[in-house]
């Protein structure tokens, strides 16, 4: 039997591991909660997921409760018996060890169905939402719970205009003839899958424009002057109304040296110049808003806003 982690913070959010995208594996390049199978010297399930965070991420929560038994079920037809337990925690993931999988991150219930994941932890996700008191309207209820959970309490309001907003930070590049690089990522990619989109990232424990240099290099062997990096455009956007909302910061690069090679291919297939008034059909929205923004000599575009 297995066991694992449904943690989740003050905002409502609940973290996620995206997981390798390698044959052999349960779930292969898809978000789930952080786990594993028990161990001879575990003597408890609680003990076996603690083990599991511990050696997964570094993380040792004070608090888990049994939340529910879940049945997993594999591409090969294998069922898994999976023991949930919740746990409340509001750090960032940035600053965990990562030792399995490709990264750690937080989300939204709402989110979930636009993430390579499995139904069933969409599922679960929402359950326990909705017993938190976070997600009006969903559903509650369930089979297999370990005994009925204590109520979680239920967070003051957050105050008016200091929602949370996630920074993205991106790279606008242009060739002597005018064209704007742009990448193709991965159609397993669990954010805009064969869709076009600036090189992108999100910061860690660095200045925005650190963070794109850094991105450069790691995404596509581009060498960057941190000096040659100007402000070229911000959207602010909202995907859905109750979204968390998103600030994307558009860096240009006055200079660089490299060839734009792919780096990290289980995000990016592809990079390529184009010419921004003939643009690919399969941009990702608001990529195409900025580049349109830029061209007009805006610095600033809200979408998805009412």
């Given at each position: 039997m297995n066991a694992s982690a449904l943690i989740h913070n003050d905002a409502g959010q609940y973290l996620l591991h995206l997981r390798d995208d390698v044959p052999g594996i349960w779930e292969p390049g898809a978000w789930s909660l952080l786990g594993g199978g028990r161990e001879a010297q575990d003597r408890s399930l609680e003990e076996t997921v603690r083990r599991e965070l511990r050696e997964e991420a570094g993380l040792d929560l004070p608090d888990l409760e049994p939340f529910a038994v879940e049945e997993a079920h594999g591409d090969d037809g294998a069922t898994l018996s999976i023991a949930i337990f919740a746990g409340r925690w509001n750090g960032d993931p940035a600053d965990l060890a990562l030792a399995e999988g490709v990264m750690l991150a937080w989300f939204a219930p709402e989110v979930l169905t636009r993430l390579r994941i499995s139904p069933t932890t969409v599922d679960l996700v929402k359950r326990h939402a909705a017993r938190a008191g976070r997600a009006a309207g969903l559903a509650s209820g369930g089979t297999g719970l370990l005994g009925a959970p204590r109520p979680l309490t239920t967070q003051p309001p957050t105050p008016r205009g200091t929602v949370p907003n996630i920074i993205g930070v991106?790279?606008?590049?242009?060739?002597?003839?005018?064209?704007?690089?742009?990448?193709?990522?991965?159609?397993?990619?669990?954010?805009?899958?064969?869709?076009?989109?600036?090189?992108?990232?999100?910061?860690?424990r660095e200045s925005a424009v650190a963070c794109v240099v850094r991105e450069a290099h790691e995404e596509a062997g581009l060498v960057i002057d941190p000096g040659d990096v100007e402000l070229a455009h911000v959207?602010?956007?909202?995907?859905?109304?109750?979204?968390?909302p998103r600030m994307q910061v558009v860096f240009r690069a006055r200079s660089w040296?490299?060839?734009?090679?792919?780096?990290?291919?289980?995000?990016?297939?592809?990079?390529?110049?184009?010419?921004?008034?003939?643009?690919?059909e399969q941009v990702v929205p608001y990529t195409r808003v900025a580049i349109n923004g830029i061209r007009a000599g805006r610095l600033y575009t809200e979408l998805g806003w009412t």
């Open positions: 991106h790279l606008y590049l242009e060739d002597a003839d005018g064209r704007v690089l742009l990448g193709l990522r991965h159609p397993n990619s669990a954010y805009a899958p064969s869709m076009h989109h600036f090189l992108a990232g999100h910061c860690e959207v602010h956007l909202v995907d859905a109304p109750g979204d968390t040296s490299g060839t734009p090679e792919v780096r990290e291919p289980d995000k990016c297939v592809g990079w390529r110049f184009w010419n921004p008034e003939d643009l690919p």
